[in-house]
């Protein structure tokens, strides 16, 4: 989760196993529509950027010329 969520970036990140901390981030973010909007925007991004098509085809081009 960390590769895609940059904590207060693209989201919040919650302790594991602590439930009082999902609900206390979840709530943060339904009540605060800049901050929702925020972390779409810059979740778009990031995900955009890493695994844009371009990128995963010259990686596996990459990957295949490595194999043969």
């Known amino acids: 989760v960390r590769d ?3 904590d207060r970036k693209s989201g919040l ?13 979840l709530s ?4 605060d ?3 929702y909007t925020k972390f ?3 979740g778009r991004t990031i995900a955009n950027e890493r695994w844009k098509p371009s ?3 010259k ?3 990459n990957m295949y010329n490595e194999l043969i």
Not at 28 to 31: A, E, L, S
């Open 28 to 31: 943060v973010i339904f009540n």
């Open 13 to 25: 990140l919650v302790e594991k196993k602590n439930t009082d901390d999902l609900v206390e981030k």
């Open 33 to 35: 529509r800049k901050l």
């Open 4 to 6: 895609i969520v940059h």
């Open 55 to 57: 990128i995963i085809a």
């Open 40 to 42: 779409a925007k810059n």
């Open 59 to 61: 990686k596996h081009i």
